[in-house]
């Protein structure tokens, strides 16, 4: 007896699940959509509102700075505010969707600016789906009035990573080399900016050369190569503390030191009796391992994301290329194979590309391509363009760029510039002086 | 409890794999086992849509003089179509064939009942000139035997009827030869899209959809549930996995710019005569062109 109630109990399961799993399955018509275009988005930044003139005043800025970031990051395009219909007056009003639809617009950001006291302000904001008429984020922020561009950053990566899926990296810093002073007497600082080339500060004197600066994946440390009385010397500078710490003086030269991924070691190359090889320092116990062992010249080594291998170029197979080897230096490949030489690989935040510098025909590339070598790139090119850096979320690279000379004798322009992969939107980022090997931080923590 | 669990997670499994694969198949053989009934007994007219109806009614009526014509002429009506056909798909199968000559062979010896048989079966007409038949057609009608054993008793009975229904069942069988012969088909040229309707729908969205080279960070497809009203405006437009919209970030921008293109394509260009077939429908947003970024 219970044998047959077990079955039709089973029966009627399987009834119950054929019910339901068939209505899932018993749509008729399926029609693929598998072309579509990959243009900026057209977007509103209305003004953020504010209570009194100042709080208006922060509100007018903080959009200003978001529209720049959006922009620039060439995945956005602004709409004029001066085409505004009616712009909301608050971020909790719903805003009166057909009154921008006919703008071609199909985000709306709104927002306002609260002075809580004299030191701190409030800022809300919210995006709009204007097309599908409804609110896609919305976000509260209390902070000390003077960071207002931070907050506008903040507010920048949250709309970027809503809208595209992809993270930010609006809220993050580029430490680089100003140069300033005659080609014969040239003054090489550590210096320090946002992104978006505000903020801006210098960490060193200039009283010694400084020298391909990089920021620690994990903290807010930076590498960099100094020398002192003509001795090279690695240093860590901690950008909380200002404080620096000398990690070694190596004999002959040194060349680009760079963290691993997870900040415990720094890999760099030695050059000793005319052979220039790769080596790891280990953070923690200052070990120095030897990775390559050649005849050649092996330098710009870079980590993979997850470690467990190491880009780098040689000039071991007769010209010089980028190279790949596992962490521990064996199982060397070459993967560049295109015509030209090729310099300072740097491998992609997320692995999935590889950015290089490019020499061919007396002429300079930035480019990227697979860590198997496959899909090479051209974005940038130029007289000299060298040393490129990635943003952290993959997505943008800056390096420098040097105009061709003038007159003999007198040093030409050096300066900044971004380009995102797409290789689309190239544009430079303003310093006070000249400068060259920026480096990007990862976002700032909270 | 570990083999309960295990029981369970066995079952769901079985039940969903059987609901997957069994389902959709029962629902396709429902059109296929009922129409030639169906296509006998109900005016078609009702069946297809109305530009079908109207050629199919001209096209009976021409059937009709077509065969009153043959009627005039004194020309003897052919035996009853249905049982032609059946044995001559019957012949072709060799074991069937040998049955066939063994009956033959046993009607030979027992002619009483092929006779008597023979009348009930086929008009008197064809009976004119019985020594032909003798001599030629002894296996048709061995096949006219055949039939009738394998037939159901009521076509014996009704064989008076069958000659009043013969002119119906000429009609339908060439009504079926122009609709397709076989009510699925009917039903078929009524709900099928030509690749212009969809191509058509296809080319309008593509235009809308401005998708972030974001996207292709994860290589997806955002299937999206689509009702239309008759003008092909938008009615609504849902995300069909919500649990993935939840939680991963690029799949949830991706399928916002996909809500975002169809219901700024909206009106939708739906094919005339066919916009109740798109009431509702999904649409499969592929990112895998995104490449090279």
Excluded: C
């Excluded at chain 1, 997870?262 to 200052?286: C, P």
């Excluded at chain 2, 609709?179 to 088909?185: C, D, F, I, K, V």
């Excluded at chain 2, 996995?241 to 799949?251: G, M, R, S």
């Amino acid at each position: 007896m219970s044998n047959y109630l077990n079955l039709s109990f089973f029966k009627v399961l399987i009834l119950i699940y054929s019910f339901f799993i068939s209505n899932l399955l018993a749509d008729d018509i399926r029609i693929k959509i598998n072309s579509g275009q990959v243009e900026p988005l057209p977007i509103a930044i209305a003004d953020f509102t504010g209570e009194e003139g100042k709080a208006n005043e922060i509100g007018r800025q903080i959009a200003e700075v978001i529209s720049n970031n959006l922009v620039g990051s060439g995945q956005f395009k602004a709409v004029e505010s001066a085409a505004f219909i009616a712009p909301p007056t608050s971020p909790s009003v719903r805003p009166n969707f057909t009154d921008w639809t006919p703008l071609g617009i199909k985000a709306l950001i709104t927002g306002s600016v609260k002075s809580i006291n004299e030191q701190q302000i409030e800022v809300e904001f919210r995006l709009w789906d204007i097309i599908a008429e409804t609110d896609l984020i919305g976000l509260r922020l209390s902070v000390d009035a003077q960071a207002w561009r931070r907050v506008a950053h903040i507010i920048s990566d949250e709309i970027f990573e809503r809208l595209s899926g992809d993270s930010g990296y609006f809220d993050t810093r580029i430490v680089y080399v100003a140069e300033s002073g005659p080609q014969n007497k040239r003054l090489k600082r550590l210096a320090i900016m946002d992104q978006d080339g505000e903020n801006h500060q210098y960490l060193t004197d200039g009283s010694f050369l400084v020298l391909t600066p990089r920021f620690s994946p994990t903290t807010q440390e930076i590498t960099y190569l100094a020398y002192f009385k003509n001795e090279p010397r690695v240093y860590i500078f901690n950008l909380e503390t200002g404080e620096q710490e000398l990690l070694g003086s190596f004999p002959g030269m040194t060349f680009a030191p760079r963290f691993s991924p997870f900040g415990d070691k720094i890999i760099m190359s030695l050059a000793e009796k005319g052979v220039t090889d790769i080596y790891t320092m280990n953070l923690n116990n200052q070990e120095v391992i030897r990775l390559t062992n050649s005849s050649s010249i092996d330098t710009s080594p870079s980590f993979s994301p997850n470690g467990k291998k190491i880009i780098f170029n040689s000039d071991r197979g007769g010209s010089q290329q980028i190279y790949i080897m596992d962490a521990n230096g064996r199982n060397v490949k070459r993967i560049s194979f295109g015509k030209g030489r090729y310099a300072t690989p740097v491998w992609a935040p997320k692995g999935e590309l590889i950015a290089f510098t490019k020499m061919l025909k007396n002429k300079f590339y930035i480019g990227v391509m697979s860590p198997d070598g496959s899909g090479e790139r051209l974005l940038a090119e130029g007289y000299l363009v060298e040393g490129p850096t990635w943003a952290p979320n993959g997505r943008v690279l800056m390096y420098f760029k040097q105009e061709a000379p003038i007159d003999d004798g007198k040093s030409s322009n050096v300066n900044l510039y971004k380009i995102d992969i797409t290789g689309f939107r190239e544009t430079r980022v303003l310093t006070p002086s000249d400068g060259s090997d920026p480096a990007w931080s990862p976002l700032i923590p909270n | 409890m570990f083999k309960s669990t295990f029981i369970s997670i066995g079952l769901h499994v079985f039940f969903i794999i059987f609901a997957y694969y069994g389902l959709p198949s029962f629902k396709i053989r429902e059109p296929i086992e009922s129409p030639i009934d169906i296509v006998e007994d109900t005016p078609i007219s009702s069946k297809t849509s109305l530009k079908l109806g109207e050629t199919k009614v001209k096209e009976v009526k021409e059937i009709k003089k077509v065969i009153k014509k043959e009627k005039v002429k004194k020309t003897p009506p052919p035996p009853p179509a249905p049982s032609k056909k059946m044995v001559e798909k019957k012949n072709a199968e060799l074991k069937k064939k040998k049955e066939i000559r063994e009956i033959a062979e046993l009607i030979k010896k027992k002619p009483k009942l092929k006779k008597k048989k023979v009348k009930k079966v086929l008009p008197p007409k064809v009976e004119k000139k019985p020594e032909k038949i003798k001599n030629k057609q002894k296996e048709n009608l061995a096949k006219g035997i055949l039939n009738t054993l394998t037939k159901p008793k009521k076509k014996v009975e009704n064989s008076k009827k069958v000659e009043k229904e013969h002119n119906n069942t000429e009609i339908l069988k060439k009504i079926k030869k122009i609709a397709g012969n076989s009510n699925r088909q009917v039903q078929q040229t009524e709900i099928k899209l030509s690749v212009t309707d969809i191509n058509k729908i296809q080319n309008h969205v593509t235009k809308y959809w401005n998708v972030s080279y974001a996207a292709s960070e994860v290589k997806m497809v955002i299937t999206l549930k689509i009702s239309t009203n008759v003008d092909g405006s938008i009615k609504s437009v849902k995300i069909y996995d919500k649990n993935l919209y939840q939680k991963d970030k690029f799949y949830r921008a991706t399928a916002d710019t996909a809500r975002r293109a169809v219901l700024d394509s909206s009106p939708l260009p739906l094919p005339k005569g066919k916009e109740k077939k798109f009431e509702n429908f999904l649409f499969d947003f592929d990112t895998s062109f995104i490449s090279n970024y």
